[in-house]
């Protein structure tokens, strides 16, 4: 079965860091850009970052630029998303997302089921 697994979410102070990781079932990621999302309560999903196949380029949103760093390691088949500094407003639902990145897969797309972000005194 095909699918996304994500981990390393939960609650932690404000400044303070968690490191977001997803790891595909059924495939490898070498093939499949991938990004981050986040859906807050009452709010769209919006995109957090996203790294190409060969970790070559990667983009951030404003909200977290200088803050979240995200990176693959393809030999070990995960994606990771680094978050330092996080604030109140960081608190959301992370998303991992795969896109094909190659013309064998492309049009094609994974969600993850999502974890819980709180940043919370």
């Known amino acids: 079965q095909v699918q996304l697994v994500e981990s390393g979410g939960g609650l932690v102070q404000p400044g303070g860091s968690l490191r977001l990781t997803c790891a595909p079932s059924?495939?490898?990621?070498?093939?499949?850009?991938v990004s981050w999302y986040r859906q807050a309560p009452g709010k769209e999903r919006e995109l957090v970052a996203t790294v190409t196949t060969d970790g070559g380029w990667t983009n951030y949103s404003d909200s977290v630029k200088g803050r979240f760093a995200i990176s693959r390691d393809n030999a070990k088949n995960t994606v990771n998303l680094q978050m330092n500094n996080l604030q109140p407003e960081d608190t959301a639902v992370y998303y991992c997302?795969?896109?094909?990145?190659?013309?064998?897969?492309?049009?094609?797309?994974?969600w993850g089921q999502g974890i819980q972000v709180t940043v919370s005194s």
């Open positions: 997302k795969a896109v094909g990145g190659f013309y064998f897969n492309r049009g094609r797309e994974y």
């Open positions: 059924g495939f490898m990621f070498r093939t499949w850009d």
